[in-house]
């Protein structure tokens, strides 16, 4: 069976996105992309939230994006898409628009196929946990302190997560791998 997980990077204080969504702190080095191409090899559907969407949908099509990152740009061009949203009502670089994200990602995992990974998407990410659908959680920490932004996977209940991998980078990033409980 499909296993469903959420990467997310977060700094070293906890935050996913500055205080103005931005996201020019992310520590990304050729380590970082060869793991980033293995994660997109190995999963079969992308889903992002509304927000997350949209802004992947304003880079990786470009033709910046296929200049400055062309393997990543055509793995995340090729790699089928759900978009999760109760207000947007199309998505013309992904596929389907569900307002069920739990009940469509319960049907999808239950089909044949690689991964499904959601990326950045913390409110999804919550709202799958608290679902119990995900079964992975993979935070990519950075070593930088924002202080100040929106918090990964805020307003989530309290659970408890078991670390299953921890994987340094030479940048100081560390992959922090845990299975929902």
């Known amino acids: 069976m499909r296993k469903i997980y959420a990467f997310i990077a977060?700094?070293?204080?906890?935050y996913h996105e500055g205080?103005?969504?931005?996201?020019?702190?992310?520590?990304?080095?050729?380590?970082?992309?060869?793991?980033?191409?293995k994660?997109?090899?190995?999963?079969?559907?992308?889903?992002?939230?509304?927000?997350?969407?949209?802004?992947?949908?304003?880079?990786?099509?470009?033709?910046e994006a296929k200049r400055d990152d062309p393997e990543v740009a055509a793995l995340m061009n090729a790699v089928p898409k759900v978009v999760a949203s109760r207000t947007l009502r199309e998505a013309g670089w992904a596929g389907p628009v569900t307002g069920d994200a739990a009940g469509e990602l319960?049907?999808?995992?239950?089909?044949?196929?690689?991964?499904?990974?959601?990326?950045?998407?913390?409110?999804?990410?919550v709202d799958l946990l608290r679902a119990g659908v995900l079964d992975e959680l993979r935070l990519m920490v950075m070593p930088v302190l924002l202080g100040d932004g929106h918090?990964?996977?805020?307003?989530?209940?309290?659970?408890?997560?078991?670390?299953?991998?921890?994987?340094?980078?030479?940048?100081?990033?560390?992959?922090?791998?845990?299975r929902a409980r």
């Open 39 to 63: 994660q997109l090899h190995e999963t079969g559907t992308l889903v992002f939230g509304r927000a997350t969407y949209q802004m992947m949908a304003s880079y990786w099509p470009t033709a």
């Open 151 to 178: 918090p990964a996977l805020h307003g989530a209940d309290r659970a408890g997560l078991t670390l299953t991998g921890a994987r340094p980078f030479s940048s100081g990033n560390v992959l922090l791998t845990y």
């Open 106 to 125: 319960t049907a999808l995992k239950a089909q044949p196929g690689k991964d499904i990974g959601i990326f950045g998407s913390s409110t999804l990410t």
């Open 10 to 14: 977060v700094s070293a204080d906890g």
């Open 19 to 37: 205080p103005d969504r931005e996201l020019d702190w992310h520590v990304v080095d050729e380590e970082f992309n060869e793991f980033a191409i």
